[in-house]
DNA sequence: ATGAAAGCGCTAACAT
DNA sequence: ATGTTAGCGCTTTCAT
């Protein structure tokens, strides 16, 4: 099962062995004669003990090859400085840029993170969410799968939320101002002269898909533009939903010449679309997706889009989450809402 | 600091605190009148309990909302169903594929997996597995940051590199075979008409690459090409690489008519400056990169490149781990070589 | 300045 | 079938 593709599967060592043999603090105290509080207490730079001993137990340790137990010391002192990140797919390109604001800010304080792919689906987040406890992670930052019960995080653990409403549990949340977004990337579409403006979002249980829909109807109302229930469509997050709900929208009758997308990752379906028909983006067609994944800004691509601050969010999340941490009693609970921005590209007119 | 962009920093609840009342099965032995080893026993199927006693043990637990700790089980058994996975950078989508190949294999398992971002710095590669090893992780995966000076990676833990030889530590290693790659992909260029082909690499302490532009080397003296130094480049895996490197070549006095390029991202920054000078490509300019990375089969990009099963090298990477770490005395050190692929797209003539 | 002892939550002998 | 004990590697009182 292994073989498929596999074109060598040889040099084979034997009897290489992984030498387990771990060396702890009674090891280089009963070397040294000593103590091994003794060697604890100089191992962390703890007061009452001898410079002379400390360097010694040092040297010993440092000769011996110790490796500190972080499971062991994790289990006296009731922290891990590990978090679980709980995210859809980190396939996704909107999720690596989180993912590195978070774990870029939780090493620089010396903390893991476990990644945790629910791949869209509650099933899997619930589980996960499960075996983090059981590590007794410090923490969890999770941007839930979907919202469609309500997400009743109480655990045990502190936890901060991305994109998504807290329910019941009060948990500190994160999230751009999708309303605001929604409504700008509309509001652009209508300023660039098209005329009508579909929505197509992703899984229709989002929350942040949501509120990029209020927005977009909040948009249409002041400019006077009606909500067309015919040109609002929901699918999933798939550059392939995107494909097939436009090709659908563009046989009606009376078919929309711009499309507000839920995200970048639908929004290129479209284009991908528009170029298959040769329909003329943004000549006659208008797209504005929302995100501004990586992708977005390639010279072949110029999405239209509204930008989150991606990494900045990971970033927040986690300081956010180390003050819960350290305040467990007496913690206040934050709900953050960051400003989103319009980046005009070439897939609209601009003005 | 935080206040940078930050739209609402409102809704504060004081005195919310997590409960950190964790259950331990003590409390249910008490709680029950047994002794605690009948309540382990119990919750871990083993031999020895009454059906009613399992049951009872079973309704408090779940009553009393137990969470086993991970922690202390994995103190007395020696292994904590985690492993990690260390990487240059999740953000370049050539990763995600492969942690979540990883992920996906770990998970079917229970295993967790600590993702660690290098950011191709050898440095903080050094502290993460320092790290990972003081959390006494089950094994490691690591595609190392560069291969300058020998990766001499003996650590106590299990290990297997990806794109990498192993020096010394004898650690199994799983990659595809670049130099093939490099050939398929240098032939293709040949027998697509293009005359004058340059490399552009990424680092050129990176093993991988070095590899490829062997085969680079290969097909030219294979087909009678000259190897010509004045267009073979190295720079980083960037993009901005790509495009500096090319804009520089194209100046020269006999500039290339093609490009294979160390990896994808390069390549994309290669078809960036084409763009923007108005080369046509094909047609007068060829690009093959490497990879086969998402963002290569977008319509808009549609870039020829070699492909590699990136999923499926993490999958496999994972196994044979597990393989590794379930038989620590008497392994056996393999080193798998999977078949690289062709793609053609739209950047080069075709045949 | 150093050591002895207890204990974190659990599993695994070793009784009974 | 159940309980007692020891111990994983460490930190933390409490003595000395």
Redesign the interface.
Same mark, same amino acid.
């Given at each position: 099962m292994?073989l498929k593709?596999?074109? /060598?599967?040889?040099?084979?060592?034997?009897?290489?062995?992984?030498?387990?043999?771990?060396v702890t603090i009674k090891d280089i105290a009963k070397k040294l004669g000593i103590s091994y509080t003794t060697v604890s207490r100089a191992l962390n730079g703890k007061p009452g003990v001898s410079q002379e001993t400390v360097e010694k137990v040092l040297k010993e340790a440092r000769k011996m090859g110790y490796?500190?137990?972080?499971?062991?010391r994790?289990?006296v002192k009731?922290y891990?400085n /590990?978090i679980g990140?709980v995210i859809a797919?980190? /396939?996704n390109?909107y999720y690596?840029?989180i993912?590195?604001g978070v774990?870029?800010a939780a090493?620089k304080i010396?903390y893991?993170?476990?990644?945790?792919?629910t791949n869209y689906n509650k099933e899997?987040e619930q589980s996960y969410l499960?075996?983090l406890?059981?590590?007794?992670v410090d923490g969890i930052i999770i941007n839930p799968a979907k919202d469609d019960s309500p997400n009743v995080y109480d655990l045990?653990?502190?936890m901060v939320l991305i994109n998504s409403p807290s329910y019941g549990g009060?948990n500190s949340t994160i999230e751009v101002?999708n309303k605001r977004g929604g409504f700008l990337a509309t509001e652009h579409l209508i300023k660039s002269g098209y005329k009508r403006i579909a929505f197509i979002g992703g899984d229709i249980a989002s929350y942040s898909n949501g509120r990029r829909f209020e927005g977009y109807k909040e948009a249409l109302k002041e400019y006077n533009y009606p909500v067309d229930e015919s040109i609002i469509a929901y699918g999933s997050f798939k550059t392939k939903s995107g494909y097939a709900i436009i090709e659908r929208l563009l046989k009606l009758e009376n078919p929309p010449d711009a499309v507000f997308a839920g995200n970048d990752v639908i929004a290129?379906g479209i284009?991908?679309y528009a170029?298959?028909k040769g329909i003329k983006v943004p000549e006659d067609f208008g797209v504005v997706g929302f995100d501004n994944v990586?992708?977005s800004e390639?010279?072949?691509?110029q999405l239209t889009t509204i930008d989150q601050?991606k990494y900045?969010i990971g970033k927040?999340a986690f300081?956010i989450l180390m003050e819960?941490i350290r305040n467990?009693?007496?913690?206040?609970?934050?709900?953050?809402?960051?400003?989103p921005e319009l980046v005009i590209r070439k897939t609209t007119r601009g003005k």
């Amino acid at each position: 099962m292994y073989l498929k593709n596999v074109k /060598t599967f040889a040099i084979i060592i034997e009897k290489e062995n992984w030498g387990m043999i771990m060396v702890t603090i009674k090891d280089i105290a009963k070397k040294l004669g000593i103590s091994y509080t003794t060697v604890s207490r100089a191992l962390n730079g703890k007061p009452g003990v001898s410079q002379e001993t400390v360097e010694k137990v040092l040297k010993e340790a440092r000769k011996m090859g110790y490796q500190p137990n972080a499971i062991a010391r994790g289990l006296v002192k009731k922290y891990t400085n /590990t978090i679980g990140l709980v995210i859809a797919d980190i /396939t996704n390109p909107y999720y690596p840029s989180i993912a590195r604001g978070v774990e870029d800010a939780a090493r620089k304080i010396g903390y893991n993170v476990f990644l945790c792919n629910t791949n869209y689906n509650k099933e899997n987040e619930q589980s996960y969410l499960k075996t983090l406890q059981e590590q007794r992670v410090d923490g969890i930052i999770i941007n839930p799968a979907k919202d469609d019960s309500p997400n009743v995080y109480d655990l045990q653990t502190p936890m901060v939320l991305i994109n998504s409403p807290s329910y019941g549990g009060n948990n500190s949340t994160i999230e751009v101002d999708n309303k605001r977004g929604g409504f700008l990337a509309t509001e652009h579409l209508i300023k660039s002269g098209y005329k009508r403006i579909a929505f197509i979002g992703g899984d229709i249980a989002s929350y942040s898909n949501g509120r990029r829909f209020e927005g977009y109807k909040e948009a249409l109302k002041e400019y006077n533009y009606p909500v067309d229930e015919s040109i609002i469509a929901y699918g999933s997050f798939k550059t392939k939903s995107g494909y097939a709900i436009i090709e659908r929208l563009l046989k009606l009758e009376n078919p929309p010449d711009a499309v507000f997308a839920g995200n970048d990752v639908i929004a290129l379906g479209i284009l991908h679309y528009a170029q298959d028909k040769g329909i003329k983006v943004p000549e006659d067609f208008g797209v504005v997706g929302f995100d501004n994944v990586g992708f977005s800004e390639l010279p072949q691509i110029q999405l239209t889009t509204i930008d989150q601050p991606k990494y900045y969010i990971g970033k927040l999340a986690f300081e956010i989450l180390m003050e819960e941490i350290r305040n467990k009693e007496e913690r206040f609970v934050k709900k953050i809402v960051l400003e989103p921005e319009l980046v005009i590209r070439k897939t609209t007119r601009g003005k």
